[in-house]
């Protein structure tokens, strides 16, 4: 058992290692609910006075 636990440690470390070393944008700080992500969608914009 503990065999299985070091070799998925092994791979996880690897893989971060891997990504990291890529050049890609690895955010590993979990989903963002602020305006400022970069895929996120352009807020929609409130509704005007006139449609009272």
């Known amino acids: 058992m503990w065999k299985i636990l070091l070799g ?3 791979f996880a ?3 971060v290692w891997i990504l990291n070393k890529s050049g890609a944008d690895v ?3 979990g ?3 602020n305006v400022d992500a ?3 969608a ?3 914009q409130p ?3 006139a449609s009272r």
């Open 27 to 29: 955010d590993m700080g």
């Open 42 to 44: 352009p807020a929609a």
């Open 47 to 49: 509704a005007s006075s």
């Open 13 to 15: 470390a690897v893989a």
């Open 31 to 33: 989903e963002k609910h």
């Open 8 to 10: 998925f440690i092994l």
């Open 38 to 40: 970069s895929h996120s």
